[in-house]
């Protein structure tokens, strides 16, 4: 909750929500009283009403230009309003967009990684003065997303270690962008990994520039190779076979080979990929510990724990994750027949002809939606008999994935 009802809004499409949410964290921490939706509204909040109500309050709005942002109908209503209600828009652009011509006046500020100070000094100058001591300024080492970098050496962490434990995280989209700008090639190569792991589309960018413009030919590689993992995953391998047989440079063909060896660990296996559905009100607890066991067990599993249910961010998470996944686990519980979102997200998934596996975890019966979906021992609920369930999820799962293999 804001005290003082004076802050500054962050308008950006759900693709941006990397970038977006890594400005609110720069912004709170500089002393500025930022609002950003998936931080501030609640679930079961009116999120139109949230958003106009935060408008209404906003001293400055932060419009983050993009691709998406330019072709997001709510995002340029947001921009609009404000400025209908003389608050300044600042346009903040985060790609290669065109300014429209609208707001070609509003004098733009263009963001890139390689001088992310120079367009934060310029955005701070635009904002309110923070009053809280040591503060004032939004400032960063490149800015924070080198501040991993930064801190691990003042700490005198192996910074390859680091990174390589960034991206095991798959959430610290950020915090790899800073290594593609380490002086070490070794460690550009890694964060690029991490970053095809988390395939967030506000690297794609940077990527491409790393792609074209960086010094070393094995750091150009894994960018293409990186690129790749977005839109054609399944040519990848071909296309480094190809390549280890043209080239004549050994140190190009170790690098392709040392990159196939680590495709299993920047290409999902769509197979081995499991969505969870689930009511937060009564299975939050079961269904999050069912994560955690199918991981231990070698499955790749997406579960919405860290997001906030029915923002903008999560929706499109929830879109992602579903297009990815190999099976839908859903989970039976007596208030699954009271949620908004499981059965959308069982007809996002046919749309995408996902298999659906239905589990029993308190004893319940099968909505309507999912009446014709085989359950995994409907006599059997997992509160009742845990290890047993478990073993039998996991005994499904492995001949589902051989059967599909």
């Known amino acids: ?236 391998s071909t296309w480094l076979n190809q390549l280890a047989t043209t080239t004549i440079q050994t140190e190009l063909k170790t690098a392709i080979n040392a990159l196939q060896l680590r495709l299993p660990e920047i290409i999902r296996d769509p197979v081995k990929h499991a969505f969870i559905s689930y009511s937060r009100r009564d299975a939050d607890s079961f269904a999050n510990d069912l994560a955690d066991h199918l991981r231990s067990e070698g499955f790749s599993v997406w579960i919405d724990s860290n997001l906030e249910a029915g923002t903008p961010v999560w929706m499109h998470e929830i879109e992602k994750a579903i297009r990815q996944a190999g099976v839908c686990i859903i989970v039976l519980s007596p208030l699954v027949h009271e949620s908004e979102w499981v059965p959308k997200e069982v007809q996002f998934a046919r749309q995408f002809k996902k298999p659906l596996l239905p589990i029993k975890y308190l004893d319940t019966h099968k909505p309507l939606y999912l009446s014709t979906e085989q359950g995994l021992r409907d006599d059997l609920p997992f509160a009742d008999h845990p290890e047993k369930m478990l073993r039998l999820l996991v005994d499904t799962l492995d001949k589902f994935i051989a059967r599909t293999r």
Not at 96 to 108: H, R
């Open 1 to 236: 909750m804001l005290n003082t009802g004076d802050h500054i809004f962050i308008s950006y499409a759900p693709k941006d929500s990397d970038f977006a949410l890594w400005l609110y964290e720069q912004l709170a921490a500089a002393g500025q009283s930022a609002w950003i939706d998936v931080k501030q509204v609640r679930p079961g909040t009116a999120w139109d009403d949230a958003v106009r109500g935060a408008l209404d309050q906003a001293t400055h709005v932060i419009a983050l230009m993009s691709r998406s942002s330019l072709l997001t109908p709510y995002t340029k209503a947001d921009w609009d309003y404000a400025q209908s209600q003389g608050i300044e828009v600042i346009p903040l652009v985060i790609d290669d967009s065109k300014v429209p011509l609208k707001w070609a006046s509003a004098e733009p500020i263009y963001f890139s990684p390689k001088r992310a100070d120079e367009a934060l000094q310029a955005l701070r100058l635009r904002l309110p003065q923070t009053t809280i001591e040591g503060e004032a300024e939004l400032k960063l080492e490149p800015i924070s997303l080198v501040s991993s970098a930064t801190v691990a050496r003042k700490a005198d962490h192996d910074p390859l270690a680091m990174v390589r434990q960034l991206a095991l995280e798959r959430t610290q989209n950020n915090s790899l962008l800073a290594y593609l700008e380490d002086e070490s090639p070794l460690i550009r190569q890694e964060a690029i990994i991490g970053l095809a792991r988390i395939q967030s589309e506000s690297s794609r960018l940077p990527l491409q520039l790393v792609a074209l413009q960086d010094d070393s030919p094995l750091v150009r590689l894994y960018a293409t190779a990186a690129l790749m993992t977005y839109d054609k995953p399944d040519a990848l």
